[in-house]
Structures are given as structure tokens and as C-alpha cells.
């Protein structure tokens, strides 16, 4: 949901862009249509966190706690201090940290997608890289000064002990060790560190603080 309000935003900057005002003002409504929907339905008061998604043949709210939950900041369906977003990402790292030598974020509970270990509430899968960067892109955005900032560079920094001497990052990691689990390398790795290193260069501009 949150990438498709994402989408619907730019569709609608766009066809501002290029004159079409009527357009951009059909996607604008259809885009905070769905933000008030995603508010009312995919918010659980009793896990007091998001859903990552709404189950139309069960009815039921999905409630596995997912790394994907950072893209109702990311692709802006949500402010960032939001409280709503603050829980769910609260939530989010404490029931996703992997918490053994290696760190890092675990995609989701119960993933099964070439688990290296027995999950345990202190691995609750294997580290990815991109689901650690996506912490990293939600601290950004949440950051007012540059001590808030710390926590995201503090992912930066291990995203940077992961890099193989090619300098290549792979898709996850073995959660007990440093072998690179999946693809190496990945570009949607690269990619979110990227994303994730400007957004904190931006953040630094934002509050003025010199280099």
C-alpha cells in the first residue's frame, strides 16, 4: 500500500509537471484516499503497531512483523514521528535485531528464504543488508539533530564491515558467522546504502551541521 501511495504521489507530480492539473488532482485524491484507508485499516490498537497487509479472504490483519513496515516512511504514506510509525518501528527492531556477533536486521518473522539457523528470539532469521539500510533510511527521516542521527550511522558503518574486499555487498548474511548468504553482489544492496548515505548527507544540510 505504501508503495502504491508512493506511486500515485509521483504520478501526480508529474502530470502537474506537464500541465495536466485536473490529472494531478485525480491522483492526489486518489493517494490521500488511501492513506486515510491505510490508517483505518492497517493500524492493530491491540499489537499497537501497522499490519503489513490486510487479508481480503481471511479478513484478518496480517501481523508478522516485517523490515518492509520502514516503507510507509519511505515511500511517505507516513511521517516518520508519526506515533502510529513510531511503535511500528520500534517494534520492528526489537523483534528483527539479530542479536549475536554479526547484527543486522532479519527480514521478517518465521523467513524461511535460505535460513542459515533455527530461528530463536535472538535470531529471528538471517541479516539482510537491505532490511538494516531500510532501519537506517527510517532513523534518517525520524532524526531532528545530529545525535539522533547516530543510529543510522551506526548502521552504516556495519553495512561497511559487510562489503567483501571486492567491495561487493551481498544479499544477507549467515547470522552466526561472516559468509555472505545469496546473491554477492547485489545491486539492491548498493542501492539502498546509496540511498540511505545521501538521505543522512541531506539530513546533516538540513541541520547545519558542518562536515
Known sequence: MAAVFGGLSAAANFAEYF???A???KYRKAASDLQQAARRILYSTSANR???RWDPVTRKLDLTVDASLAGVVIFGLFPADD???VSTMQQVEQRLTVRTAVGGLARYEGDGFLRATETSAGVPGNPWIPCSLWLAQYKIARAQTPAELRGAVDILGWVGKQARPSGALP???HP???EAISVC???WSHAEFI???RDYLDARARMHVQA
Do not use: F
Open 185 to 187: 553482489p547485489l545491486a
Open 50 to 52: 501497522l499490519a503489513r
Open 176 to 178: 552466526l558467522g561472516t
Open 83 to 85: 506515533p502510529l510509525v
Open 19 to 21: 500541465g495536466e492539473r
Open 23 to 25: 490529472l494531478a488532482e
Open 171 to 173: 544479499e544477507q548474511l
Open 195 to 197: 540511498i540511505a548515505v
